[in-house]
């Protein structure tokens, strides 16, 4: 067995949060949010707009630090691993309940982390470069079919909902499109809109300001029902293909071990910033749907959402390139 030298070993229990810790003596230092992807995609956009809001509340900075890769898990493994007591996750469903189906994960996202607070859904968009000749999803099948394998689609990552909502519209459609995954949203647009991919079934937060620009086009919404952001794209059931929703949700997650008060604090505080009209406006400018949860409903939609992931990956024998 590895002991730690007494130096090392007195230093982490100094930075250790105590598990007496009350709401009120925490936070004692600034506050990260960690982010699983580049800056510039949802979950990037759904933490800033927590943290610009939160740091007041708290009376202490809130950072947000971008830890892209590996499916978003990269970010959950440092904070799953964190003991400073002051690192939160912006965790979103790619992380949660899709990727411990898909890879071997260095920290178990059941034990080793905690759902606190559910911030909101968006859901995903098929977009495609402006340059392709096709204005419907129907189009875009007669396309796709003519030139098997020559089309791309982007995502932020294998394992993303951006790459399950296309394996299920190639299931749906008839069609074999090659996946070309990127480290988050953000590098993954910059190459729809450049055209070195054609399309993407990307969140609403990272693609609803290049549509309403005209630098990308919008096919349809893999939800329900229409969006208000998007009231005039229809949903891809609308378009003729039922059966390829997707949307991602986020919420913030902190190591298991956090005192229960602590939990508490970052939950009402976090509601505080939701409940804000700054902030359900800048939410609901990218087509977040901020539905409020308590903290045991989002540990029950986490556990619900882990076991619905894991039936359709293996129903659809989805698996990593």
């Not at 070309?180 to 609403?204: E, N, W």
């Not at 998007?230 to 956090?258: C, D, F, H, Q, R």
Request: aromatic share 4%.
């Amino acid at each position: 067995m590895k002991v730690l030298p007494a130096l090392t070993l007195a230093a982490a229990c100094a930075t250790a949060l105590p598990l007496t810790v009350t709401a009120q003596e925490w936070p004692s230092k600034p506050v990260r949010i960690l982010v699983g992807s580049a800056p510039g995609g949802g979950t990037d956009a759904m933490a800033r707009a927590v943290a610009d809001r939160l740091g007041p509340l708290l009376k202490q900075s809130v950072v947000v630090e971008n830890r892209p890769g590996a499916s978003n898990t990269m970010a959950a493994d440092v904070t799953a691993k964190s003991n400073d007591g002051h690192t939160l996750l912006m965790g979103v469903s790619t992380a949660h309940a899709i990727a411990p189906h898909l890879l071997k994960l260095a920290y178990d996202s059941d034990k080793d982390l905690v759902p606190v607070a559910f911030v909101g859904a968006v859901p995903n968009v098929l977009v495609v470069n402006n340059a392709l000749p096709v204005d419907s999803v129907q189009s875009l099948v007669e396309l796709a079919k003519s030139q098997p394998g020559k089309l791309n689609y982007a995502t932020s990552g294998s394992g993303s909902t951006q790459h399950i909502a296309a394996e299920l519209f190639k299931d749906q459609a008839g069609v074999f499109i090659t996946h070309i995954p990127y480290r988050g949203s953000g590098p993954a647009l910059v190459d729809l809109i450049g055209g070195q991919v054609q399309m993407s079934f990307d969140t609403m937060p990272s693609v609803v300001g290049q549509i309403k620009s005209g630098r990308i086009k919008a096919l349809a919404v893999a939800s329900a029902s229409r969006n208000p952001q998007l009231p005039t794209v229809p949903t891809m059931a609308e378009a003729g293909l039922k059966g390829v929703e997707m949307s991602a949700w986020y919420g913030i997650y902190m190591p298991a071990a956090t005192p229960k008060a602590v939990q508490d604090r970052v939950y009402g505080e976090v509601t505080k910033v939701l409940a804000m009209p700054e902030t359900q406006t800048r939410l609901g400018a990218i087509g977040a749907d901020l539905t409020p949860m308590t903290q045991a409903q989002f540990a029950a939609f986490h556990a619900a959402e882990n076991k619905r992931y894991a039936e359709l990956i293996a129903k659809k024998n989805i698996k990593l390139e």
